[in-house]
């Protein structure tokens, strides 16, 4: 059984940074894409970023880029996101994602459906 524990959440001023990890097991996500997205109160997730198997491609929220950074460390199955800059409007909870299936491809996965596995979700809050 997969399972996906994200961690790193909490209270930060903005301007300020935070880096989320994301430990997987039941698999070895080597092979996977992965992704984070994010929740506001009373909204449907949305993506965030997203990264290919190996490392070599991510692609990113117009709303974040340039500010977030998503990495992976396959020899410790996890996967991070750092944040720097952060704003108030980037408070929500934030989800890290893998797919169901292997993907070598150059696409890039940006829907929530595009997803199989999920963790249970961290939040960050960014005080103004």
């Known amino acids: 059984q997969v399972q996906l524990v994200e961690s790193g959440g909490g209270l930060v001023q903005a301007g300020g940074s935070l880096r989320l990890s994301c430990a997987a097991s039941g698999r070895t996500i080597s092979r996977y894409t992965v992704g984070w997205f994010r929740q506001f109160p009373g909204k449907e997730r949305e993506f965030v970023a997203t990264?290919?198997?190996?490392?070599?491609?991510?692609d990113y929220a117009d709303s974040v880029k340039g500010r977030f950074t998503i990495s992976r460390d396959n020899a410790k199955n996890t996967v991070y996101l750092q944040m720097n800059s952060l704003k108030p409007e980037d408070t929500a909870v934030y989800y890290c994602?893998?797919?169901?299936?292997?993907?070598?491809?150059?696409?890039?996965?940006?829907?929530?459906?595009?997803?199989?596995?999920w963790g249970q979700g961290t939040q960050i809050t960014v005080s103004s």
């Open positions: 990264m290919n198997w190996s490392g070599g491609n991510s």
């Open positions: 994602a893998t797919k169901e299936l292997p993907y070598f491809g150059r696409n890039f996965f940006r829907r929530e459906s595009d997803y199989a596995y």
